[in-house]
């Protein structure tokens, strides 16, 4: 999450120095008198869409809010997928524990009394 959330400040600041730049450039022309030329070039070309200081903000705080929704999501899920791998292995580990299969048999008479998971010291029979 710090990666991204390094990556989103570094986005801000790039995005800040051309909004800045982009006001640079309106006042210029406006100096030069040809304000209304640029800013008809910079409507029909779409610039003015996206550096619109609005617009612009918006979407990258509409970006960085999808980011921490799907980063929240994918927490959620991966904590549920958790519980219920836990839940599986141990409602297993029960049956097998009360199993009474050929199988079952010898390993408890290997192992001896452990338990389910046994230990480093424990004895086998």
């Known amino acids: 999450m710090q990666g ?41 070309s779409g610039l003015n869409a996206y550096l ?4 612009f903000t918006r979407l ?8 921490e929704r799907r980063y929240r999501r ?17 409602d297993l580990n029960k049956e097998f524990a009360e199993s009474n299969c050929v199988f079952m048999n010898i390993h408890r008479a290997k192992v001896g009394n452990r338990g389910p998971g046994g230990g480093a010291g424990a004895k086998e029979a």
Request: glycine letters at 4%; aromatic letters at 4%; a positive charge.
């Open 74 to 90: 994918s927490k959620k899920m991966l904590e549920e997928k958790e519980k219920e791998f836990r839940r599986t292995a141990r």
């Open 60 to 67: 990258y705080e509409d970006a960085v809010h999808r980011i």
């Open 52 to 55: 619109c200081r609005k617009v």
């Open 4 to 44: 991204l959330t390094d990556e989103n400040a570094g986005l801000k600041e790039h995005m800040k120095s051309i909004q800045d730049a982009f006001d640079k450039l309106k006042a210029m022309a406006e100096q030069q008198g040809i304000g209304k030329q640029m800013k008809k070039l910079m409507h029909e």
